[in-house]
């Protein structure tokens, strides 16, 4: 469903790097002991749900609807649950992403040390132009995220799993350059 | 200075004392300063007695609200045959706060002690932390501070071998920042989407999977232990003479447009001109500050006069008409237009909004429009009034106070600083220095 | 609380007393105060979220959900303050921000809540002044279309999937103001009572594919009826324009059907409106059938039937009344009656005790059985050589048409042509459910009205009305000039409907005495 104007940034646009490959389930071997592990945590099953798609977007960068249909038949819910869950929480891709997903917390704290510019740097430099875009060598997804909680860093940068601190608009090439 | 830099002489280091020290992440390390020592006597003592010591400190909680722990814990009911369950706040969602990252990050072991403490206390066998899924850094500590707890025998199935099951687990959240909020935080551990509850029935009755639970700031229970080592009465000191209702030390992020950013343990009630200025350095150079938010982005936006009259407690900050929060001091200088910070914070809340509430989903939006248009220049006269307006509709009739968060920078902002509102709308300049605009 | 164990207190200056933990919403309903809402419905969990309720609680420091807040001893809750009303005139100012509109072209205007409530007490205009939002339309399957602009979150739709129907297909999807109901693809609104989400929807968010574009609401006329979409019984309303029936609506009846029907029943109606009636009275004369005056029919059909023993098909959808009739028919000449009842698989409603759409496809199994026809796979079995048939209303198969080649003559009463009969002696019209008044006995054995919603077709006449003139016909003393006069009658004779009459059945309707109570009685 797409969306007019609405006070939101940061959603990830699909653009054209689906992945039309037939959906290998996630929970096989290793995974479904650690799911069946993580489940014991919880009185109720579906406590294990946000677990659940973190492992998804572990092993396939992204959660897809596949993805969301095999949580729910792990968990004995409807696939309809569990996207109006992963719809709920900004963390899980609903689209496919570039090899690194670049998040740049802009809000007050960050805002006013220069965010902004940050942000700006690294579109232009990563070659993605706009904000949930992933760039034309399938590298780069750059977004805007709500507070990082690290404000007295600012500007802190995720990439993917990685959390960077003081960066600055002058730091961004540095950056990148670890990230090829 | 504070963290990251090395303390400053007028810092009270308690909860932040190892803050940069690695050694003080592992199991051995946290033990040779101390570690665990709380948690042994904690577990010889009777849940009542803990509590007792407790109220005695005067602890509140450290996420916002300020409610009385030993309160919030005696609400839970001994023997009423219904699994309890104490839910940690690690969510630190709140903009300009990042106190409980830093906890995590260098003191893991001191939460764990926390937890169980008060997990033992509230008769809960289960503990979850909760802990945002941005916060990859301290989710790892946490980690790897439960698994050598958990191999030591410190929590688990028979914790510190007193037969006792205290299970400690971490709960990934995944970008949310209602979840902070703690009957969203409930929903999320459910596996639901994380919108707040209405309330009654309140957490202590029918929280997390319908069970009766406490839910605790990292910050307050990290100061558990420190608390039953030391006495009720040693922490219930940490306050100003003239003022018995703050108690403790607090831990104070600071950030925005200051020289030195970063966390500051302070006692409650020190003077929040001076820690501005002295402390924390001041403004940046060839610049003024202008305008505070000291405990969060969803407390009440102050002028540097009413700053310099504050004190840094509950009682203090809510004298100037704002309020301690989280301690999230956002700083403001004058070289930003105030304007365009309150549109970008009404841009947070709208981005975070669950949904549930009309005043809230429709409210930050519009609020956010009105604003980003009049900081485009395409504002009317009649937008402040609408403004404030809207603002009032969001104020007070909503299940959760997300909705009240985004009106009150708004208010506030039009109370203090509505020249700055007016000038973009009449399209005059008030800034002294060229406003950053990227 | 009082010595009775009911909770006092006040509401909008009246005096309420109601069960402990009843909503402040509920309460006020008791003494005619309604509480603007949207998400809170009976007949679903509490949300609290549409905030619309908001009231003001004596002594509290800010408003109180109605739906949500549970009366207390002495309280004195305020609907209308000054205080109350403009926090609800927020909201549907906020409501309506980014609201199409769209009224003029859509179905539900005119049973819109947002409608009345806007026009009761909201902002005569919006100082909203940004673009709209716009989602497009989506078919959610089943008989449901989404209409995201007009949506206001309420959530009905979704709590009705999850907790009433127990298939969760319908969720929110997104949030802050992004959010919208969704679904999973592939996996669409096909519960059997999913239909229900329509009538639960405050707004025109979710509408009929069945219904739009059909009618503006203000043009319906509506009557009280009872589903024969199969022995369950529920209640329905019958809304028709210009003769014709343009949709069921559920009725709510907290002992039947709670507030909702099945899908089945609610596009069971096209029927009713067919055009191939039986509409004149007539009798089959060598150059086939002729029209005559009903005075005739009834002489010829009762000329036909007497002396000789009748053999009655009568539908499992006549009414009580029309069955009695039928009954003493029976009696008088010796003979018997018979049906069959259609099947189809069952489909409850698990949300609801006791609530299904039943396997018996008919509303009056119960009943005719009670009255005294047999249930058979075979009705025509007992049909004897030189009998009579009496064919009221009930189609022929195939394999009951030897079965009807017996009969030494055929009387047709009913709304058609049986299908399967070649031809019959005396055509009697009759009207059909919504053309005439009458009572039905659902499988629990709750006798239940219904009410005229549309003229006859033609000359039909009412089933008891054409009945009893038979019956007059055929040498009965008693002639009756209502539908009610044969229900006492019916009443009088048969001891399980003992004590009842329409006007003690009301619009809920009322269980038949026990077995065990007629017993006592006797």
């Known amino acids: 469903m797409s969306h007019g104007p609405s006070a939101s940034a940061g959603a990830i646009i699909r653009s054209g790097h689906h992945d039309d490959a037939p959906y290998e389930p996630v929970f096989v071997g290793e995974a479904k002991v650690r799911l069946d592990e993580l489940v014991k945590r919880y009185p109720r099953k579906v406590g294990a749900l946000l677990p659940a798609l973190w492992m998804v977007q572990e092993a396939r960068g992204w959660v897809s609807e596949a993805g969301m249909a095999e949580v729910a038949a792990q968990l004995d819910v409807t696939p309809a649950y569990v996207k109006g869950v992963v719809t709920f929480y900004t963390m899980y891709n609903q689209h496919p992403v570039g090899k690194y997903l670049i998040q740049v ?23 993605c132009g706009e904000l949930g875009v992933t760039s034309e060598d399938g590298r780069y997804t750059v977004i805007e995220v709500e507070c990082l909680g690290a404000c007295g860093f600012a500007t802190p940068v995720m990439v993917n799993s990685d959390f960077l601190e003081s960066v600055s608009a002058d730091r961004v090439a540095d950056v990148l350059g670890r990230y090829r | 200075m504070g963290y990251p830099y090395k303390p400053h002489a007028s810092e009270t280091l308690v909860l932040s004392t190892h803050f940069g020290d690695p050694e003080a992440r592992t199991l051995k390390g946290w033990k040779d300063r101390g570690g665990y020592r709380a948690l042994e006597t904690a577990l010889g003592m009777d849940p009542a007695a803990i509590i007792g010591v407790i109220k005695e400190s005067g602890l509140r909680g450290r996420g916002g609200a300020g409610f009385p722990t030993g309160l919030k814990w005696s609400f839970m009911k001994p023997d009423d045959g219904k ?36 997990a033992y206390a509230i008769g809960a066998e289960t ?16 980690e790897d501070a439960l698994a050598e707890a958990r191999a030591a025998g410190i929590v688990g199935r028979n914790a510190m071998g007193t037969g006792k099951t205290i299970n400690v687990w971490v709960h990934k959240g995944a970008g949310a920042y209602i979840c902070g909020e703690e009957t969203a935080l409930m929903n999320s551990i459910e596996g639901k989407r994380g919108n707040p509850r209405i309330k009654p029935p309140f957490p202590a009755v029918a929280g997390v999977f319908g069970m009766p639970t406490t839910i605790n700031n990292v910050e307050t229970l990290t100061a558990v232990p420190h608390i039953l080592n030391q006495g009720g009465a040693w922490y219930k000191n940490f306050a100003r003479s003239d003022n018995p209702k703050s108690t403790g030390t607090k831990l104070w992020s600071v950030c925005g447009n200051i020289a030195r950013p970063g966390n500051y343990e302070m006692v409650m009630g020190f003077p929040f001109g001076e820690f501005l200025r002295d402390i924390c350095g001041g403004a940046l150079p060839g610049r003024e500050l202008r305008a505070i938010i000291p405990g969060g982005s969803s407390v009440p936006i102050i002028n540097m006069e ?33 304007p365009r910070q309150v549109a970008r914070l009404a841009r947070f809340y709208a981005h975070e909004s669950c949904a549930q509430c009309t005043q809230c989903r429709e409210g930050t939006a519009w609020t956010t429009k009105i604003l980003e248009r009049i900081v485009a220049g395409n504002g009317t006269a009649e937008d402040l009034d609408t403004l404030l307006d809207v603002a009032d509709d969001m104020t007070g009739k909503t299940i959760c106070v997300l909705s009240d968060s985004c009106a009150v920078p708004v208010v506030s902002a039009l109370q203090r600083f509505r020249g700055d509102f007016e000038a973009l709308i009449t399209k005059k300049t008030v800034h002294t220095v060229p406003v950053v605009v990227s | 609380m009082s010595d009775s164990g009911m909770v006092n207190l006040t509401i909008e200056g009246r005096a309420v007393s109601v069960e402990p933990g009843t909503s402040v919403l509920e309460a006020a309903k008791t003494v005619g105060v309604l509480i603007p809402h949207y998400c809170y419905h009976p007949g679903l969990p509490v949300a609290g979220s549409c905030r619309m309720c908001l009231v003001d609680v004596e002594k509290a420091p800010k408003l109180a959900p109605a739906c949500a807040t549970a009366v207390a001893e002495g309280q004195v809750i305020r609907v209308h303050t000054e205080k109350a009303r403009t926090a609800r005139k927020g909201v549907l100012e906020m409501l309506l921000i980014n609201h199409p509109l769209d009224c003029p072209i859509c179905d539900r205007s005119g049973e819109c809540e947002l409608q009345d409530f806007t026009y009761q007490e909201g902002p005569a205009e919006s100082r909203y002044r940004d673009p709209k939002r716009f989602n497009p339309v989506e078919d959610f399957g089943g008989d449901v279309v989404y209409v995201p602009n007009r949506c206001i979150l309420c959530t009905r739709c979704v709590r009705f999937m999850d907790d009433v129907a127990h298939d969760p297909v319908l969720n929110v999807e997104e949030r802050g103001d992004r959010a919208h109901i969704g679904k999973f693809e592939g996996k669409d609104l096909t519960h059997p ?32 009826s009872v589903c024969t979409g199969c022995s369950q019984g529920c209640n329905l309303v019958v809304e028709t324009r210009d003769n014709v029936v343009m949709r069921l609506k559920p009725r709510p009846n907290p002992e039947v059907n709670e507030f909702f029907i099945c899908d089945h029943g609610r596009l069971n109606y096209r029927w009713m409106n067919r055009r191939d009636r039986l509409e004149s009275p007539a009798i089959r004369g060598a150059g086939g059938y002729e029209a005559v005056d009903w005075d005739v029919a009834t002489a010829g059909a009762a000329r036909i039937l007497k002396g000789k023993r009748v053999f009655v098909l009568a539908s499992p959808n006549l009414s009580n009344e029309a069955l009695w009739l039928l009954s003493r028919l029976i009696r008088k000449s010796g003979g018997a009656g018979a049906f069959r009842m259609p099947n189809g698989s069952e489909a409850p409603l698990p949300g609801v005790v006791d609530l299904a759409l039943r396997a018996d496809r008919a509303a009056n199994g119960a009943g005719a059985e009670l009255l005294g026809m047999t249930r058979s796979e075979s009705p025509l079995g007992g049909l004897q050589a030189g009998d009579a048939l009496l064919i009221v209303d009930h189609d022929l198969a195939p394999e009951d048409v ?91 004779e048969h001891t399980e409907f003992a004590g009842m009459s329409y006007g003690v059945l009301g619009l809920r309707g009322r269980r038949i005495a026990s077995q065990a109570d007629a017993e006592v009685r006797a």
């Open chain 1, 105 to 127: 917390c802009t809000t007050t704290p960050c805002h006013v040390c220069g965010a902004e510019d940050v942000v700006r740097a690294f579109l232009d430099q990563t070659g």
């Open chain 3, 402 to 492: 030897a079965f009807a080649g017996r009969a030494s003559a055929v009387v047709v009463a009913g709304t058609a042509m049986p299908a399967g009969l070649e031809r019959a002696d005396v055509l009697l019209p009759m009207c059909n459910v919504v053309e005439e008044d009458g009572t039905f006995t659902n499988l629990r054995g709750r006798v239940q009205r219904f009410l005229q919603a549309k003229a006859p077709s033609g000359l039909a006449r009412p089933s008891w009305y054409v009945l009893s003139g038979l019956c007059t016909a055929l040498g009965d003393s008693a002639e009756y000039f209502s539908a009610s006069a044969v229900f006492d009658a019916l009443a009088t």
């Open chain 2, 83 to 118: 699994p309890h369950y104490l839910c940690c706040n690690a969510d630190e969602s709140e903009p300009g706060t990042f106190k409980d990252r830093e906890i995590m990050r260098w003191t893991p072991h001191a939460l764990i002690e926390g937890c169980a403490i008060g």
């Open chain 3, 193 to 224: 009572w999913a239909a229900n989400v329509i009538d639960l929807c405050p707004v025109g968010a979710l509408v009929s594919k069945d219904f739009l574009n059909k009618a503006r609401v203000w043009e319906l006329d509506r009557a009280a």
């Open chain 2, 127 to 142: 503990c979850y932390i909760y802990i945002r899924g941005e916060f990859t850094e301290p989710l790892q500590r946490m």
């Open chain 2, 306 to 338: 009413e700053a310099d009259r504050a004190l840094m407690d509950y009682e203090g900050m809510a004298a100037v008409g704002t309020m301690l929060g989280s301690a999230g001091c956002i700083v403001i200088d004058n070289a930003q237009s105030i």
